[in-house]
């Protein structure tokens, strides 16, 4: 039976807003205790020493991207999860924009079965909102949700037929699932690859106007309000955005928004001379716009940072910028990464993993995301100043996309458990 | 001498004094293509491989001029026609391309960003003969060398752009290079082929003839290609010439030794009226075609230099 203490932390505690000194008594895969600063365990116990090192609630990463089915020489279950577990990721909420289409309860079994034979990190699956995505059809919502799925996206696939869209919504209301948006206008956003201004313009570079994210998330509250369904947005990320995202939360609309990483810590400028491993999607926005979603995050009308972790391959990005595959990889750098906001004084620890574990876990109805006694053990164990070069090559993705190799970066994850089992580092 | 770039990928990256040398090189190769003898044998020995990934009379006969006045060995490659279309990725291309030796390579590529990758992964000298909207050196330092010995100078002379600058990449190229050179440019057309942000470059964007011909020196047009007149960006063809379409009454407006410009080809008609086209007096199109063999010797010349001292510090 795993007992043990983990005893001289400071525990990061994003329900009560705190960061104290303490410590935890761990009992069959659960919180049982809380402990004072000076706790040491009793005579005997197990005992892991933080050592005064934050510890956490484990990362719950909505939008995750694995290759299972159909593209796991990009990334697969294992390896994703490896990926996951060095990045203290403790549950990955899975897209459904596989390949084929995470749309019926059969492929859903067989992620749910890859991913328990691959990782012990904890799988959410998505499914997606209509059959192969193609906005026509709703999917067997309640099949789906009885398999297991935590919510129901079409991914950046956006449905058109806003009556299609409408009807899901109801449907989904009905049986209480949670229907994740991308917010972007499709016919201002096609084709683009960077957003629109005087960069994109000078790159010859086709683009989009930051109004297409507005767009977009109004039409879909618009249609929230009609149906009162539970609506999150996956990516917000444009100022122009913001005052449409807190009028629906102050009309009191079931709705929360998320944004990534990437568009917290790097913009449009970052594209510089065509480096494909900042095509992500939508793509970078202005510095104006990336202050603006910071803010947005820290006083909490944006609720949840994701990785959106998209593992591509080296050849569909190495290729002339409009021609190349979005996405990035993030999984192990969504700490570091979302960490910078700390170090650059925008969001306090606590703040942070409301947005990285708390928010997403309630969301969604998954386990995790809180220090109260009762809960999973699911922790991270990190040094938030501890810096270090990145070199992509270190990464444990099957995909080595990311666009902060070479960069400087500080926080490393020392130590990662689920359930109270340390997956990472790998016991010897 | 003071240009050290390694390749020529585009304006952007060029000093003024940059500008100044090669087109006071092309100055000289303006001499000598007007010469009984016209070959000299400064790229003797150096290969030259034009690859086209886009269609191309012109500008392809060109850069073949050039490299052919200065005794390279000239290999032109129809890439559009041949590996694309069994799915060779443009790296394969470079790494094909790097086992042939190649010296000066000069590409087109339709897509913004493409040179500089190319660049990237082969051992030569890289000229970029446009890609995509992004960048269309040669064309701009053509159009500076015609004007220069039209106006005498480069620096405080008012440059309209007329037409589709939105996707034009020989709009981006004069505008960088132009405003490097202390012109006062202004971009007209309509709104919907102006880019966006194009107010923050550092110019003037109208979408009046009228108004932004107003006392101009030199008049530069666009062409404006066919896919984009059929109600997509503009109503139609006659309504873009009856509004944007240089003739006569709107060239009024320009100084009265105004010159006038087109890249070429021409859509006699649609933006630009074919008496003013002709006109010995306002127009230098033809000389622009002379002014690109001549700045072409000169970029290849001078790149040539470069690849023959050896690895200096570069500056792409």
Redesign the interface.
């Known amino acids: 039976m795993i007992d043990f203490y983990m005893v001289n932390a400071t525990l990061i505690d994003p329900e009560a807003g705190t960061e104290l000194p303490g410590g935890l008594h761990i009992r069959e895969g659960r919180i049982a205790g809380v402990l004072p600063p000076s706790a040491q365990g009793p005579g005997g116990a197990r005992v892991v020493d933080c050592d005064g090192h934050a510890l956490a609630p484990g990362i719950v990463d909505i939008g995750v991207k694995i290759g299972e089915p159909g593209e796991r020489h990009k990334e697969s279950f294992r390896t994703a999860g490896a990926a996951a577990a060095a990045g203290g990721v403790t549950t990955m909420v899975t897209r459904a924009d596989t390949v084929p289409v995470i749309d019926t309860p059969e492929t859903l079994e067989y992620v749910t079965r890859r991913a328990a034979e691959s990782t012990r990190v904890r799988i959410a699956p998505m499914a997606a909102l209509t059959k192969g995505r193609e906005g026509q059809e709703m999917v067997e919502i309640g099949f789906l949700q009885d398999t297991g799925a935590v919510a129901f996206s079409d991914g950046d696939a956006v449905t058109t037929d806003t009556k299609v869209l409408t009807r899901a919504l109801s449907y989904a209301r009905s049986l209480g699932a949670v229907t994740i948006g991308h917010p972007q206008e499709p016919g201002l956003s096609a084709g683009a690859t960077a957003t629109s201004g005087k960069f994109a313009s000078l790159r010859g570079l086709p683009a989009v106007s930051p109004m297409a994210e507005r767009l977009g998330l109004e039409r879909d509250l618009t249609l929230v309000e009609m149906t009162g369904a539970a609506y999150h947005a996956d990516q917000i990320t444009t100022a122009a955005a913001l005052p449409a995202l807190e009028r629906a939360k102050g009309q009191g609309l079931d709705v929360t928004a998320g944004t990534s990483v990437h568009h917290l810590t790097l913009n449009a400028l970052d594209v510089g001379d065509y480096r494909t491993f900042f095509k992500v999607k939508p793509p970078l926005r202005d510095e104006e716009d990336r202050l603006a979603v910071v803010e947005a995050l820290a006083s909490g009308l944006i609720d949840v940072i994701s990785s959106m972790h998209t593992p591509q391959d080296e050849e569909s990005k190495r290729l002339p910028f409009e021609e190349a595959a979005s996405g990035a990889v993030a999984l192990e750098t969504l700490l570091p990464a979302a960490l910078r906001l700390f170090h650059a004084g925008h969001l306090s620890l606590s703040q942070l993993f409301r947005a990285l574990s708390l928010n997403p876990a309630r969301r969604l109805g998954v386990p995790g995301g809180s220090l109260a006694v009762g809960s999973p053990a699911d922790l991270v164990l990190f040094d938030p100043h501890a810096p270090f070069i990145l070199d992509r090559f270190t990464l444990n993705s099957k995909s080595k996309n990311t666009p902060f190799d070479g960069q400087r970066m500080q926080g490393r994850v020392l130590g990662t458990w689920i359930g109270g089992d340390r997956i990472f580092p790998t016991p010897a | 001498m003071t240009f050290h770039a390694r390749h020529l990928l585009g304006i952007?990256h060029l000093s003024p004094l940059d500008i100044t040398t090669l087109l006071d090189l092309a100055e000289q190769y303006v001499t000598l293509n007007r010469a009984r003898n016209k070959h000299t044998d400064v790229l003797a020995g150096l290969t030259q491989i034009n690859m086209f990934f886009e269609n191309s009379t012109r500008t392809q006969a060109s850069f073949e001029l050039a490299g052919k006045r200065l005794g390279a060995d000239v290999m032109n490659m129809e890439v559009a026609a041949s590996s694309i279309k069994k799915g060779e990725?443009?790296?394969d291309t470079a790494l094909t391309l790097n086992a042939m030796h190649p010296d000066l390579l000069v590409v087109r590529?339709p897509?913004?960003?493409?040179v500089?990758?190319l660049a990237q992964k082969v051992n030569c000298a890289v000229l970029n003969a446009g890609?995509?909207?992004?960048?269309h050196p040669t064309q701009a330092l053509l159009d500076a060398l015609t004007i220069r010995r039209a106006k005498g100078r480069l620096h405080r002379l008012t440059i309209a752009i007329c037409g589709d600058i939105?996707h034009s990449?020989v709009a981006?190229s004069n505008i960088l290079l132009l405003g490097k050179m202390e012109s006062r440019l202004r971009l007209i057309g309509p709104p919907t082929l102006i880019?966006?942000?194009?107010a923050?470059?550092g110019v003037e964007v109208y979408d009046d003839m009228a108004e932004g011909l107003r006392d101009a020196d030199v008049v530069m047009m666009l062409r404006l290609q066919k896919e984009r007149m059929d109600g997509g960006f503009i109503p139609s063809g006659r309504e873009y010439y009856h509004r944007y379409g240089l003739d006569a009454a709107k060239l009024s407006h320009a100084k009265p030794d105004a010159i006038v410009m087109h890249p070429g080809p021409m859509n006699r008609g649609v933006e630009i009226d074919g008496t003013i086209a002709d006109d010995i007096n306002r127009s230098v199109i033809q000389e622009q075609v002379e002014m690109g063999v001549a700045v072409r010797m000169a970029a290849m010349d001078l790149l040539a230099r470069n690849l023959r001292a050896g690895p200096v510090e570069v500056m792409v």
Do not use: F, K
């Open positions: 952007e990725t443009l790296i590529h897509q913004s960003g493409a500089d990758l890609d995509g909207r992004h960048e939105a990449r981006r880019p966006s942000g194009a923050d470059w």
